[in-house]
């Protein structure tokens, strides 16, 4: 036997009757921070920063991040070769 069950509900109902937590203020506050971001720009340091808290907990994932950048700065003429290469 097969059956089909639909349920019109809104985001916000459907979290709460699977049990969900409220997500709103976290999101809020992210939304607050992306606009900020958008209106000030973000600079090369903040990226750099960011990337590297995402990447802080596998230390390979560092190494091999530092030789793209090194690959990506040399490919667009503004750093130097990385290892290896002529």
């Known amino acids: 036997m097969k059956f089909n069950v639909q349920v019109e509900a ?33 600079n090369p340091a903040d990226a750099d920063s960011l990337i590297r808290t995402w990447m802080s907990g596998v230390p390979s994932l560092n190494e091999n991040f530092e030789k793209w950048q090194q690959l990506f700065w040399a490919s667009a003429g503004l750093g130097s070769k990385p290892e290896g290469r002529p």
């Open 10 to 42: 809104t985001p916000i109902e459907a979290r709460q009757f699977l049990g969900l937590p409220d997500v709103t203020p976290l999101h809020d506050i992210w939304l607050t921070k992306m606009r900020e971001l958008l209106t000030t720009g973000i």
